[in-house]
């Protein structure tokens, strides 16, 4: 046996090359012309992350972008940007750099950071074309979620396979982790075995960041009573893909009310996609206020609730999900003006695409009246509680349409939650299958 094959950092770079290759090809549709964006932060697991996929790339036929996220949060993230685009250039690989140019907040700094590396992430592959961005998150990632959540923290979990959790920048981007089985220790042997160079950010050990001190705890030995396994969704959504549901003209969502509580724990799983589909925001709800729908369901009397932007309206039969139109903190939005051929999203709810000019887009809030005859016999089959969160269509001379009700050649718009739910329930397990919704759902050339 060759001295190499005896190395331990060997053995793992094979396993762990095998592991990642398994899940790319799993997830992956190999020759495909689309790029996959990898994230690039420098770091021991991007790195070694970036190596992986760079062989598997190869082999397959896809080309990889490498996207790296400049916080301006340390004298040394450019030098840092700049490191990575060389590492890149030597592998041949394209490489960009993103920057977090907002005002950075004086509270929740991490929290506010990770979201912006998610959105600038989703925004890079959107402008590449890319449906899946990769991600280096390791087994102690999944460790120290856990360890966060038993501290207080509302940190999830990462999974191997998962919807981008920015809304709408990230709508119809998947996030791969196939690095979530090997330990992080066993990567930087590996890229040292290697003669590779990282780089370490000091905020990894600053015991100001929840993180760091996950991190700290665990290294001394300290374990978290529970830690989700490295799967692609929970079996709370796996469940919640069954729960019929129907989503209608104005986004809004019907699901009966006995296959809701039917369903057990995976209720919870729906009712959390679906309230957040329905209103077009972008964080999932308090589990308590879930809860709270829940039980108000169970008591079999009719009931209305509010949940961030989405109103339930529920009886022993069904319940339906609307996007408000009554809170102030989450009115609907002005009327808009559209330019010809620029995609923009509506509400959250809403992706539309004006072929026409002179138009604007608002909520029917106060304009059914001025509909066309046609309109206003269709607007009839849609629940009361849904007609004012309706997009229609304001025209130059001050008429009003609505294209979900009766098509409008002047106009492509489509609702989101359909796609949106599915994905968030599990729906969307590859690439392949991401491709055939968007050449289902995809505006006309």
Do not use: Y
């Not at 790296?68 to 490489?95: M, N």
């Not at 089959?381 to 098509?407: F, H, K, N, W, Y």
């Amino acid at each position: 046996m060759s001295p190499a094959a005896r190395d331990p950092a060997q053995r793992l770079g094979a396993g762990a090359m095998g592991m990642v290759g398994a899940q790319l090809s799993a997830r992956l549709t190999p020759g495909a012309p689309e790029p996959v964006t990898i994230a690039l932060s420098g770091g021991g697991d991007s790195l070694a992350l970036l190596l992986m996929a760079h062989e598997w790339s190869a082999a397959f036929g896809r080309r990889l972008v490498a996207v790296t996220v400049d916080h301006g949060l340390h004298p040394h993230s450019a030098g840092w940007a700049r490191a990575c685009a060389a590492r890149c250039a030597a592998l041949d690989i394209d490489h960009r750099t993103v920057r977090w140019t907002r005002p950075k907040p004086s509270t929740g700094l991490a929290a506010a950071a990770r979201q912006a590396r998610h959105r600038l992430l989703a925004e890079a592959a959107r402008q590449i074309g890319a449906q899946v961005i990769l991600l280096g998150h390791t087994a102690d990632d999944v460790q120290e979620a856990a360890w966060m959540r038993e501290s207080g923290a509302r940190t999830p979990s990462p999974r191997a396979w998962s919807p981008s959790p920015v809304w709408p920048e990230g709508r119809g981007i998947f996030l791969l982790r196939p690095l979530l089985g090997v330990r992080r220790g066993d990567l930087r042997d590996w890229l040292a075995a290697r003669s590779e160079a990282w780089i370490d950010d000091p905020a990894n050990d600053d015991p100001r960041h929840l993180r760091a001190r996950a991190r700290t705890a665990l290294a001394s030995g300290l374990a978290v009573r529970s830690a989700p396994g490295c799967t692609g969704t929970s079996p709370e959504a796996a469940v919640g893909r069954a729960i019929p549901s129907c989503v209608g003209p104005a986004g809004e969502i019907r699901v009966a009310t006995p296959d809701l509580l039917g369903a057990g724990p995976a209720a919870l799983a729906w009712l959390s996609g679906a309230v957040v589909c329905a209103g077009g925001g972008e964080r999932i709800p308090p589990r308590r206020a879930l809860q709270r729908v829940l039980d108000l369901a169970r008591q079999g009397e009719r009931f209305s609730a509010t949940v961030g932007r989405t109103r339930l309206l529920g009886d022993r039969e069904s319940l339906l999900l609307v996007r408000t139109a009554r809170d102030r903190r989450s009115a609907m939005p002005p009327p808009i003006g559209l330019s010809p051929g620029q995609n923009l999203v509506w509400d959250g709810r809403f992706e539309v695409c004006a072929t026409a000019p002179g138009l604007r887009l608002a909520a029917m809030q106060g304009l059914a009246g001025r509909l066309a005859r046609a309109d206003r016999r269709a607007l009839r089959d849609v629940p009361a509680a849904a007609r004012p969160s309706l997009p229609v269509l304001i025209s130059a001379s001050g008429e009003v349409a609505c294209p979900r009700l009766t098509p409008a050649p002047e106009v492509w718009l489509r609702p989101l939650a359909p796609a949106r739910l599915a994905a968030h329930l599990g729906d969307v397990q590859n690439e392949s299958r991401l491709a055939a919704w968007r050449n289902q759902t995809a505006r006309p050339k």
